[in-house]
Structures are given as structure tokens and as C-alpha cells.
């Protein structure tokens, strides 16, 4: 991370505090990228403690941050992102696609990426920025369509024509799981004092949500 910043190199990240998000950000740093961190509140039982992080992380690494409120979208949301509504996964069903694909339909909250991505570039256009950094992984695209390649070159055909600087997403985990992730945030070294992976906000994670499994394997198995 002592590479100096080339501020042509400039980027907006969209930073939840989670173990993704937060390691693509340094990934990002990693490569010369000149960072704002963009917190989007949208109703998430997580929220106190996802901003609280996010602020820190920014802070930590003197990134100017902004909130954006879309405490709408949590209630017009049904999912247990925002509610308690919704079944859990045990450890033993993370590898069964049947089993995610159930679990997903409970966190799914509606166009949630595509919305965060579109004001996100709104940021970024203003700004002159033409990159946004996503913290997408493998393992969770094949429940969650919107976490995956296919969603991010959709998605920047579609940037080409609503922004005139022709924002692009990236995402430098996209092509990695979870145990890879956290391996890469170890190298980095992500604090993880300041990570925030669970759906709620106690605390201390929960340890039961499907969120928290994923990065105590991760971590279990790194």
C-alpha cells in the first residue's frame, strides 16, 4: 500500500464496511486509485454499525465520504435486510445453490445494486470520475444475479449512454470467493477491527445470518 496516489487514477467506491467491499476498496488503493467512499442508507437493520465502520475506514485512510439517505427503499423492501421477516441457513447448506437460491429470495431487496451503481455514477460524472469500484464476489453470484460479471458488462453498456464521461464499474473480486477475499484482505492489511459483515446491528455480529457464516468460514478457512 505505499504506492503514491495518481490522481488521474480516481474512483468512487461503494463501501458497506463488509468483508467485500472493504477489501475491494484496498485492492483498489492497492493499485494507485485515488478513492471517495460512497454509504448509501436504504432502511438496513445493519445501518448503525455499517456507517459507523464505513466513516471509520474513510477516515482511516483520509478518503472523503458521503452519505446518500434511501430510507424509502426500506420501506417499500420486504426483505429481512430490512425486516426481522425471513428463514436462516445453517453452515451446512452455504455450498447447496438450491438452499442460497431459497435464503437470497429472503435479502433481496428490489433493484438495490442497479439504484446504488446509478447514484453512484450520478457522484462520479460530477466529479469527472470514470470508475466505480463494486466489492462483487464468485461464490455469491450464482444466487445473486446483480453480484455478478454479466450484471457489471450490462451495466456499463448501459453507463455509456447515461453518463457523458462513460463511468465504468469494476469490481477486483469478482472473480474471487470469500476465502480468497479474506486472504487478500490479510495481505493487505484490512482492518478487520473495522469490518461489518452481519445483517443486524448489535454489538457484536449476530454469528447466525447467512452474511456472518460466509466470513467466519472464510475466516476458519484462510
Known amino acids: 500500500m505505499n504506492q503514491p496516489k495518481d490522481i488521474t487514477k480516481k474512483a468512487i467506491i461503494l463501501l458497506s464496511s463488509g468483508l467485500d467491499s472493504t477489501t475491494s476498496l484496498y485492492m483498489a488503493m492497492d493499485k494507485g486509485y485515488d478513492c471517495q467512499v460512497l454509504f448509501i442508507n436504504y432502511g438496513q437493520r445493519s445501518l448503525i454499525k455499517e456507517r459507523e465502520f464505513s466513516e471509520k475506514i474513510a477516515k482511516l485512510n483520509n478518503l472523503k465520504w458521503h452519505e446518500v439517505d434511501l ?122 477491527n473495522l469490518l461489518w459483515s452481519c445483517y443486524d446491528s448489535q454489538d457484536k455480529p449476530c454469528r447466525v445470518c447467512e452474511s456472518c457464516m460466509r466470513f467466519d468460514r472464510a475466516q476458519t478457512q484462510s
Request: charged residues 20%.
Open 71 to 192: 430510507g424509502w427503499l426500506g420501506n417499500i423492501s420486504e426483505s429481512s435486510l430490512n425486516t426481522k421477516a425471513g428463514s436462516l441457513v445453517g453452515p451446512e447448506h452455504l455450498d447447496s445453490i438450491e438452499d442460497c437460491q431459497e435464503s437470497a429470495k429472503n435479502v433481496w431487496v428490489p433493484n438495490r445494486n442497479g439504484l446504488f451503481i446509478s447514484i453512484a455514477a450520478s457522484f462520479a460524472e460530477a466529479d469527472n470520475i470514470k470508475v466505480i469500484i463494486l466489492g462483487f464476489n464468485k461464490e455469491e453470484a450464482q444466487t445473486f444475479p446483480d453480484n455478478s460479471i454479466e450484471f457489471m458488462d450490462q451495466t456499463n453498456l448501459s453507463l455509456k449512454y447515461s453518463t457523458s464521461n462513460q463511468v465504468q464499474v469494476e469490481s477486483p473480486t469478482v472473480h474471487l470467493n470469500k476465502n480468497e477475499i479474506y486472504q487478500k484482505a490479510v495481505e493487505l492489511k484490512v482492518p478487520m
